[in-house]
C-alpha cells in the first residue's frame, strides 16, 4: 500500500512539471502571436498606403510631397 501511494505521489508530481511547462510554453505562443499581429498590422498598412498611392497619386503629387 505504501509503495503504490509512493507510486502514484511520483506520477502527480510529474504531471506537475508537464502542467507548467506546458502552461509556460502557452504563454510564450500567446506572446509570439501578439507579437505576429503586431507585425502584420504594420505590414497591411504599408500594403494599403502603397495600393492607394499606386492608385490614386501622380507622379507629379509625389514629387511634391518629396520636396516638402
Known sequence: MRERHFNL???NQRTDVHLSSF???KRATQAYREKNRDKTREHSAKSSAKSYINKYCDLDDLAELKSE
Open 9 to 11: 505521489f511520483q506520477k
Open 23 to 25: 502552461r509556460s510554453t
